[in-house]
């Protein structure tokens, strides 16, 4: 029995290719953009990172993803209401297949709209409980705090560049708190820069690149392999920057 709460997201084939002049407008100057949109994207039981240079993509292909499910492009779920500017990319003809009877419910967190989000919050709070007042925590507190709160068991969790919030210890409690949800039935989506939420054990990885996006291996990183020569020796990167 498949018991994904999303099966794939698919070009909507009822829309028209795309022209010339729209393949060379962005957001389809972006390679991985421009895949997802011509192929699809299966997802993985479980959790799936991406991950690459700034400016491969990754933050928008997960806008991508969250405006297709319909959550808010600027973190939330489909009943949050807060907005700064529309910089999205809209739908761009993609759509979702689920398991029939699997939760719908799904969460959106990105970390450049994060002060947003809790102002919303603040705001409008939760009626299950009483909410922190989010901006006197640190911004990795605040973050784990909304996380835990909202994420909660099966359902969908799409979670943009975390790592920007956290420390390493940080890190190592959102690996956790993801493992949670996994063993509870949840899919999670994350982009990151980070070498510690990359390695989420049991996770499907993506690298981000000019290739579009392609499956890989933690070890085979250019992550991986950058972060631990700089470890190793980083005196041989920063006599370079001067």
Request: glycine share 10%; hydrophobic share 40%; aromatic share 6%.
């Amino acid at each position: 029995m498949d018991d994904r709460p999303i099966r794939r997201f698919r070009p909507d084939p009822g829309m028209a290719a795309p022209t010339d002049e729209q393949r060379a407008r962005w957001p389809l100057t972006v390679p991985a953009v421009a895949q997802l949109l011509a192929e699809g994207l299966e997802m993985p039981s479980g959790a799936l990172v991406l991950v690459g240079e700034n400016g491969s993509g990754k933050s928008t292909v997960m806008e991508l993803l969250a405006v297709t499910l319909g959550l808010n492009p600027e973190g939330g779920s489909v009943n949050t209401r807060h907005r700064t500017r529309a910089s999205e990319p809209g739908s761009m003809g993609l759509v979702v297949e689920r398991s029939p009877g699997a939760s719908r419910w799904g969460y959106f967190l990105r970390d450049e709209t994060l002060h947003g989000l809790y102002s919303y919050l603040e705001a409008n709070p939760s009626s299950r409980s009483s909410e922190p007042r989010f901006h006197e925590l640190s911004h990795g507190e605040a973050f784990l705090q909304v996380l835990g709160d909202r994420a909660r068991g099966a359902g969908t969790y799409l979670l943009d560049e975390p790592d920007a919030a956290l420390s390493f210890g940080g890190s190592l409690a959102l690996v956790a708190a993801l493992l949670d949800l996994v063993a509870a039935g949840a899919q999670v989506v994350v982009a990151s820069h980070s070498p510690v939420i990359a390695a989420l054990p049991g996770a499907q990885l993506l690298e981000v690149g000019s290739w579009g996006m392609r499956p890989a291996r933690w070890e085979e990183l250019e992550l991986t392999r950058s972060w631990r020569q700089f470890l190793a020796a980083p005196a041989s990167y920063l006599r370079h920057l001067s």
